[in-house]
């Protein structure tokens, strides 16, 4: 299994965006605009062969737009949430926590 990146594969083919962010692509809009983000991003960042990949799901590689999908969907259950994937979920505007919230079937409310 190969890494996945945000940069371009060296087969310059780009891996495939998590379904979530395609059909739901004000996510990506949050994503440019999270103050809490670049907390996440910083935490899970791995450099390896001078690529930057992201440490989601708890044991895989993944590109920046994995690692929001993996700490929102963490972040919306309230119980078992790390505080700073939390933090980010609740900073969502509703109609986007609705819609993890239904991805994941976490945090009813």
């Given amino acids: ?3 996945r990146g945000h940069e371009m594969e060296p087969s310059g083919l780009e891996e495939p965006r998590p379904a979530l962010l ?3 692509p004000d996510l990506l809009t949050f994503l440019e605009r999270s103050a809490i983000f670049p907390r996440v991003e ?3 960042r791995v450099e390896l062969d001078g690529r930057t ?11 920046r737009e994995d690692l929001l999908v993996d700490a929102l969907a963490r972040g919306a259950a309230p119980e078992g949430a ?3 994937s939390r933090a980010l979920f609740l900073e969502l505007p509703r109609h ?3 819609v993890i919230r239904g991805a ?4 009813p409310g």
């Fill in 1 to 3: 299994m190969r890494p």
């Fill in 22 to 24: 395609a059909a739901h």
């Fill in 42 to 44: 910083e935490r899970y």
């Fill in 53 to 63: 990949h992201y440490l989601v799901r708890g044991d895989t590689l993944g590109s």
């Fill in 82 to 84: 790390d505080p700073l």
């Fill in 96 to 98: 986007l926590q609705e």
């Fill in 104 to 107: 994941t079937r976490s945090d």
